[in-house]
């Protein structure tokens, strides 16, 4: 039981990392459809940094940078320029997969991808805390962006409930007019936002390559991503829920490994679609109660 | 807005506020179009001498690879053809201001559908069977396209999402069809036993090319002539403009949905259908992937016009042909046409489409 719950956690963290970044892109009135690309190109400069470095700590940076250089084009794309949020999202998803597959096997100074294998981040004990029965070996006994995942939650919820720069990220998302009126250029807020939600979704995917497996394959977010932007709809832009709805999605994935570990005659295939099938199910059941943020992906005006 | 009738109207027409995608100006769009592909260019012959070769040879050899022959110029033609027909048909979602991003779960499903017709018709095959099988892509793209509409309407679901969560399930399906009922027993991977020759698409002779280019073309004209000169084109075109206008004028903003919808949802699965049919003669697992993804920026293009889809189809579909011998000539990685098609996507979403 511990260790299903473990696993839960395990591969909710990325997924938490993604949501994080785009409930700020998305309460800022950006639609998150490139977290996909914004995790790949964070989990490629991850191995590619740690590697070159021999540093985790190096490849975690750049991974925030990669992320955020796929959060600066979209920002440029869809909020300077004003193009349509989705589309730019996804087309932003394409470059990333393209230019990552690319430089992969440049660096591998011809056709074929360049194979790296470090060794996946080890899990730091927090003292004490990890000697409590139960709960201390399935919460305090993570990798450490696991941790920084569960505090970033926690610090998003406060940023956006209990402060000033979070009151006017939310109003840019629902009447950018007003906080233009209050001096706050609505369309700065929105670029860093987004550049900031690439930062953060890059996080999610160095846990994916760095803090997971070690190494880096073609596409290996797997549409993580676009399950990270169901969860923070699911959860209505609120960070604490957010992290409950990619608990739920991490407890789906980790309860068909199960399923197929003790050879359940349920296909695989059926099982991972539960996540997905949740994801809409939920969707529909809040129906019209689901209330985006009245601005979001309404262009902003310049020049005024 | 503050008319209750309008209110009412809009409410139906569905959860957001909306406004349809729009070119800043059509004046100069030629220009700008032909300026983005030309940065784009630039910036992959930046990556290719980053790669240590040279972009002059790299983009010489994929020009050759994609029209050097006429085989090769067939094979290009194939390749165009899935972004084609389903870009064309996403762009007319656009025109009327949805979007549909599910036309990488229609294409699946369509390859699905026309793979299960083609292995399940009876022996004693005609002509039928291809035309059949065809039709059972459509169908199955056209379904799919229906499910994600119900959820859209009845739940107030945001067609994004509703969409690009079908997605997912949509091309798990396809793993899940080729492991069951579709599938071919003991081949070591997921695909299906090879189609009876009579589901094969005709091919044109001494020409690498099958007939779906054909289809394509006649669809994206058809989708032209159905837009500008028929009442649904016109009340498609009010909504995309105008949802209020359009509820105004009388139209039903929900079955608009649903015609577009369908439409599109068979087209995409018609590509896939295609794409089987036509170039592998069986089902393969990952055979449409990024196909649905790549047709909806194309059909970003089409916002205009669907015939605008053509050109840019035609693009990607010559990149893509030319771009395994670039990989196979010079050694420069074939992803690099991918950073292509995505730069030169959001150079032309920067210069020109607007959400008015």
């Known amino acids: 039981m511990i260790d299903f719950l473990a696993a839960a956690i395990r591969i909710a963290t990325p997924l938490l990392f993604a949501a994080l970044g785009g409930i700020l892109s998305e309460r800022a009135g950006v639609f998150a459809v490139g977290l996909e690309g914004m995790m790949l190109m964070g989990a490629f400069a991850a191995v590619v940094g740690a590697w070159a470095s021999d540093s985790a700590l190096i490849g975690i940076l750049l991974a925030l940078l990669g992320g955020a250089a796929i959060g600066l084009v979209v920002a440029l794309v869809a909020v300077r320029h004003r193009a349509d949020n989705m589309v730019t999202g996804l087309t932003a998803n394409i470059l990333a997969l393209g230019l990552t597959s690319y430089l992969l096997r440049v660096l591998a100074g011809g056709g074929r991808p360049i194979a790296i294998h470090l060794s996946p981040l080890a899990a730091w004990r927090v003292p004490v805390l990890a000697d409590l029965p139960v709960i201390g070996p399935l919460l305090f006994v993570q990798p450490p962006l696991t941790y920084v995942a569960a505090l970033g939650c926690v610090a998003l919820h406060l940023f956006l409930r209990r402060t000033q720069a979070g009151l006017t990220l939310r109003a840019t998302g629902e009447n950018p007019e007003a906080v233009f009126a209050s001096g706050v250029e609505p369309m700065r807020v929105r670029l860093l936002a987004v550049v900031a939600c690439g930062a953060i979704a890059g996080l999610g995917g160095a846990v994916l390559s760095l803090q997971q497996v070690g190494t880096f394959t073609d596409g290996m977010t797997g549409g993580r991503g676009y399950l990270a932007l169901a969860s923070l709809i699911v959860a209505r832009w609120n960070p604490l829920a957010a992290a409950a709805a990619c608990l739920v999605f991490g407890a789906a994935e980790a309860f068909e490994l199960r399923l197929q570990g003790f050879g359940v005659p349920v296909s695989s295939y059926i099982v991972q679609m539960v996540p997905y099938l949740i994801a809409l199910a939920v969707l529909a059941g809040l129906g019209r109660s689901t209330k985006l943020p009245a601005a979001i992906g309404q262009p902003l005006q310049r020049d005024r | ?356």
């Open chain 2, 1 to 356: 807005m503050s008319d209750p009738t309008l209110q009412a109207a809009d409410e139906a027409a569905g959860p957001a506020r909306r406004a349809p995608l729009r070119f800043r100006s059509s004046e100069g769009m030629a220009t700008r179009i032909v300026v983005a592909v030309v940065l784009s260019l630039l910036c992959a012959a930046a990556l290719v001498a980053l790669s240590g070769h040279s972009p002059l040879a790299a983009f010489g050899a994929m020009i050759v690879g994609a029209v050097g022959s006429p085989h090769q110029i067939g094979v290009a033609l194939n390749r165009t053809t899935p972004y084609l027909l389903a870009g064309s048909g996403v762009a007319m979602c656009f025109r009327a201001g949805i979007i549909n991003i599910g036309a990488e779960g229609q294409i699946a499903m369509g390859g699905v559908g026309a793979a299960a017709v083609a292995l399940a018709w009876p022996s004693g095959a005609s002509e039928l069977t291809v035309v059949a099988s065809l039709l059972g892509g459509a169908a199955a793209g056209a379904i799919w396209a229906a499910l994600a509409t119900a959820i859209h309407l009845g739940r107030r679901v945001h067609e994004v999402l509703a969409t690009l969560l079908l997605n997912f399930v949509a091309l798990l399906l396809v793993q899940q069809a080729l492991a069951g009922p579709l599938g071919q027993f003991g081949a070591g991977f997921l695909q299906s036993p090879e189609f009876p020759k009579a589901a094969w698409l005709w091919r044109i002779p001494d020409f690498g090319a099958h007939v779906g280019f054909v289809i394509a073309i006649l669809a994206a004209i058809g989708l032209s002539v159905l837009l500008w000169r028929t009442p649904f084109g016109f009340s498609l075109r009010v909504a995309g403009s105008s949802r209020p206008a359009a509820a105004y004028a009388g139209f039903s903003l929900p079955a608009i949905t649903w015609g577009v919808m369908l439409l599109s949802g068979a087209l995409a699965g018609l590509a896939g259908g295609i794409e089987v049919l036509g170039v592998h003669h069986r089902l393969i697992e990952g055979f449409s992937l990024g196909f649905g993804f790549k047709a909806v920026t194309v059909a970003l293009l089409g916002a205009l016009e669907p015939l605008a889809v053509a050109p840019a189809a035609l693009f990607v579909g010559l990149l893509e042909a030319g771009s395994l011998s670039m990989q196979r000539q010079i050694g420069v990685p074939s992803a690099l046409v991918v950073v292509i098609e995505g730069v030169t996507m959001l150079f032309i979403l920067a210069a020109t489409v607007r959400r008015a």
